[in-house]
DNA sequence: CCATCCGGTCCGCGTTATAC
DNA sequence: GTATAACGCGGACCGGATGG
């Protein structure tokens, strides 16, 4: 069991000044209230901390040893304490934050090279992955808030409640490049033209690529050729523009490319699919002031 | 079921006074 | 300067009630 602090402390100090009026004065505490304290420590340790000698305290070994063993905790408590206090005068120390692998990778890293310029004594680590892996982690407190765009699995039954807010839309669009286009769907857009097609996709289960079809024919399409799995934006953009197939990326990545025409769209003329970004947190959390810097900027 | 509030009880801390 | 006795007060703890 351990022994109550406020008497460590006690002991500390009567340590440091090897007397116990002397603590009195620093703890604005009577020397009687020192004495009952170092004795009550004395007796739950059963060791002799001090030998009392006339109007002296000789700390014996074992003071020593518990000293040695508080000190170092006690240095770190301090510091600890100066560090909430530092906290209240700017936002400082490390957010952790989860997001998609692409919102990740692009935007946040964005917003974290904006957020940084103007608080530079906070740090990042971002986790990227799929919102069922995030939820968890954001619920054990591993995680100060994530982004997700899928919301939320079956998985997620069991977890404490969350509060969702959306931060962004962006226009997702199946593209290829002109030459593709020209070679497998010149002239006829049907959706089985379109389904016999090769594609990029981001994930083992073509969740993306089965959404956009879901989203723009109102049914599945089993059995996609995907030729690259890959969670990266910025390669799927890369095989689409070198020919390998059909992926899906945000609209405004490719914007230039589509006016010049390198780049060609499946129009199907329904509007385009939304990928919906939110954010979201641990319903309840009073978020620390660096979190709270960061969330105002949106 | 769990969290919170409330009133009553009891223990221990810190005080003063005093002895050494 | 330190230890001890006596004492008052605050806070911790407990059981029960209440509410979401």
């Known amino acids: 069991m351990l022994t109550d602090f406020n008497r460590l402390k006690v002991f500390y100090t009567i340590y440091r000044h090897k007397s116990a009026a002397a603590a009195a004065r620093e703890m604005y505490i009577s020397q009687s209230a020192v004495s009952q304290s170092l004795g009550k420590l004395e007796r739950e340790l059963k060791t002799q901390l001090f030998v009392r000698l006339h109007k002296k305290l000789v700390p014996t070994s074992a003071a020593g040893r518990l000293y040695e063993i508080i000190e170092p905790f006690v240095r770190n408590?301090?510091?600890?304490?100066?560090?909430?206090?530092?906290?209240?005068?700017?936002?400082?120390?490390?957010?952790?934050?989860?997001?998609?692998?692409?919102?990740?990778?692009?935007?946040?890293?964005?917003?974290?090279?904006?957020?940084?310029?103007?608080?530079?004594?906070?740090?990042?680590?971002?986790?990227?992955?799929?919102?069922?892996?995030?939820?968890?982690?954001?619920?054990?407190?591993?995680?100060?808030?994530?982004?997700a765009d899928i919301f939320p699995g079956r998985g997620a039954r069991n977890l404490p409640p969350f509060t969702v807010s959306p931060v962004l839309k962006e226009k997702l669009v199946l593209a290829c490049s002109a030459g593709y286009y020209s070679a497998r769907l010149g002239g006829k857009l049907t959706p089985a033209a379109l389904a016999g097609c090769e594609f990029l996709d981001y994930s083992q289960g073509q969740t993306a690529l089965l959404n956009w079809f879901r989203h723009h024919y109102d049914k599945s399409f089993p059995g996609l050729k995907a030729v690259l799995t890959v969670e990266s934006v910025q390669a799927i953009l890369n095989a689409i523009k070198g020919g390998l197939g059909l992926g899906i990326v945000p609209e405004y990545l490719v914007e230039a490319e589509l006016k010049a025409g390198s780049v060609k769209a499946v129009r199907t003329g329904r509007p385009?699919?939304?990928?919906?970004?939110?954010?979201?947190r641990l319903k309840g959390k009073a978020a620390a002031p660096a979190e709270k810097a960061f969330l105002e900027n949106f």
């Open 272 to 280: 385009e699919l939304l990928n919906r970004i939110s954010l979201v």
């Open 77 to 147: 408590l301090e510091g600890g304490l100066a560090w909430l206090e530092a906290e209240k005068s700017g936002p400082r120390g490390v957010l952790r934050i989860g997001a998609p692998v692409e919102f990740g990778s692009r935007n946040l890293v964005e917003l974290v090279a904006a957020f940084r310029k103007k608080h530079p004594a906070v740090f990042f680590e971002v986790a990227l992955g799929h919102p069922d892996m995030l939820l968890p982690r954001l619920a054990a407190g591993e995680l100060d808030f994530i982004f």
